[in-house]
C-alpha cells in the first residue's frame, strides 16, 4: 500500500509525507510548521504518526522548517553524512551512498546521489517487501547508475523543473539560467520524460513531477512533455502541486 500526501512541492518549499505499508516517512521539511501540521492534520495524520524522516540536501527550500517541525515529531532523522556536518545535527542518522540500510522492521532505504550545486544532496529508494517509491528532486543529470538504483519501482517522485526555451528567453539573470542548466543544477522537461519513458520500459507505472520552477515551467507544459514520451504505454502521471492538500493513493 502506498499513499502519498504532497505537503509542497518547488522553490518555495518542499516536503511529503508517504505512507509505505503503513510505516510513515517524512521526506524533507522545507515547509512552516503551520503549513505542516494543518496539510497532516486535514489528511487525518499527524506529527505523531511520522516514523522516520530523510533528509535530501540542505538547501533552505527542503530544511527550513527543520528545527521547529522537528519539535513535534519524536523520529529519527537521516541525511548524507555531508548534510549531517553542513546542519551540525548530532542526532541525524547518516545514510550511506548507495547502499541498502533497514531503518525501520522491514523497510529499506537507500541514498542516492544527485548531481546538484550542494555537497551530500540525494535522494532515495524506500522499500518494502511489496512496495517500493523512488524519489529524485534536485540534479541537474540523471546518469545511469542513478537509473539503476530506481529501476522496478512502483511509483517515482521526479524533478521536472524547467522548460529550457522558457529558461533560456525567461528574465533570470544569466548567471542563473548557467547554474540551473549545468549537470548541477535541475532536471528540465525533456530530460525528466526521457528518464521516465526507460524507468516505465523497466515497469514503473506511476509518475509524479515535482519541484516545478514557477517562473520557467507550467504543470500542462510538463505533463505534455511526460506524456508524449510515454505515449501507448500504460501509465498514470501527476504533477504535485505547489502546496499539497490531499493525498495520492497509488494503486498498482
Ligand atoms: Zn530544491
Ligand atoms: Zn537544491
Known amino acids: 500500500m502506498l499513499r502519498i500526501l504532497p505537503i509542497a512541492s518547488g522553490s518555495t518549499g518542499n516536503c511529503m509525507l508517504v505512507d509505505v505499508d503503513g510505516r510513515k516517512i517524512m521526506i524533507d521539511l522545507g515547509v512552516p510548521v503551520k503549513t505542516l501540521l494543518k496539510t497532516l492534520s486535514d489528511n487525518a495524520y499527524s506529527c505523531r504518526d511520522v516514523d522516520a524522516v530523510l533528509i535530501t540536501h540542505t538547501h533552505s527550500d527542503h530544511v527550513k522548517g527543520l528545527d521547529v517541525c522537528m519539535k513535534q515529531i519524536d523520529a529519527p532523522i537521516y541525511m548524507s553524512s555531508t548534510s ?57 543529470v540523471i546518469p545511469e547508475s542513478t537509473m539503476e538504483l530506481l529501476f522496478g519501482s512502483q511509483c517515482i517522485v521526479i524533478e521536472s523543473n524547467h522548460d529550457v526555451e522558457m529558461l533560456r528567453y525567461g528574465k533570470y539573470p544569466f548567471f542563473l539560467k548557467k547554474r540551473i542548466l549545468s549537470e548541477k543544477g535541475h ?29 520557467n515551467n507550467r504543470p500542462d507544459l510538463a505533463l505534455d512533455c511526460a506524456r508524449k514520451a510515454t505515449a501507448g504505454m500504460n501509465v498514470q502521471i501527476e504533477v504535485l502541486p505547489v502546496y499539497g492538500e490531499n493525498i495520492i493513493e497509488v494503486s498498482e
Open 84 to 140: 549531517k556536518g553542513t546542519l551540525m545535527m548530532e542526532q541525524a542518522i547518516a545514510l550511506l551512498y548507495g547502499e541498502k540500510s533497514e531503518i525501520l522492521q522491514g523497510l529499506w532505504v537507500t541514498a542516492i546521489r544527485t548531481s546538484h550545486d550542494c555537497p551530500g544532496s540525494i535522494g532515495f529508494r524506500i522499500e518494502t517487501e511489496d512496495t517500493c517509491l523512488g524519489y529524485i528532486t534536485d540534479l541537474g
Open 187 to 215: 532536471l528540465s522537461n525533456d530530460a525528466c520524460s526521457e528518464a521516465i519513458a526507460r524507468f516505465a520500459e523497466r515497469g514503473t507505472k506511476n509518475f509524479l513531477l515535482a519541484h516545478l520552477s514557477r517562473e
